[in-house]
Nanobody
Framework: QVQLVESGGGSVQAGGSLRLSCAAS????????VAWFRQAPGKEREGVAR???????RYADSVKGRFTISRDNAKSTLYLQMNSLKPEDTATYYC?????????????????????WGQGTQVTVSS
């Protein structure tokens, strides 16, 4: 049974940093693309960043230069380092496992490409 457990969320002031983690189990973690999504109240879920099995990445324009996605295949763990946080980053953040090992850079970050989801961790950024 696949399990994804996020941690590291919290409340910070604008300009601060947080590091999210997602511990995976129940499948061969290294073989699949994994990603972070987020959802703010009243808004649709949006892709934040993804990392393919080969380590290539793609970011949403809104987080480029501020967020860094990484993976540790030995630990079956996904990370999201978030710096220079803004109030508009406030959301519940979810990690997700894709159906495929990789997606081309031009493929948008879209929820329909992901089959397993964590329960989410809340990030709140105050101004």
């Amino acid at each position: 049974q696949v399990q994804l457990v996020e941690s590291g969320g919290g409340s910070v002031q604008a300009g601060g940093s947080l590091r999210l983690s997602c511990a995976a189990s129940g499948y061969t973690y290294s073989r699949y693309c994994v990603a972070w999504f987020r959802q703010a109240p009243g808004k649709e879920r949006e892709g934040v960043a993804r990392i393919n099995s080969d380590g290539s990445t793609r970011y949403a324009d809104s987080v480029k230069g501020r967020f860094t996605i990484s993976r540790d295949n030995a630990k079956s763990t996904l990370y999201l380092q978030m710096n220079s946080l803004k109030p508009e980053d406030t959301a519940t953040y979810y990690c997700a496992v894709a159906f495929a090992a990789s997606y081309s850079y031009t493929t948008p970050l879209q929820a329909r490409d992901y089959r397993y989801w964590g329960q989410g961790t809340q990030v709140t950024v105050s101004s």
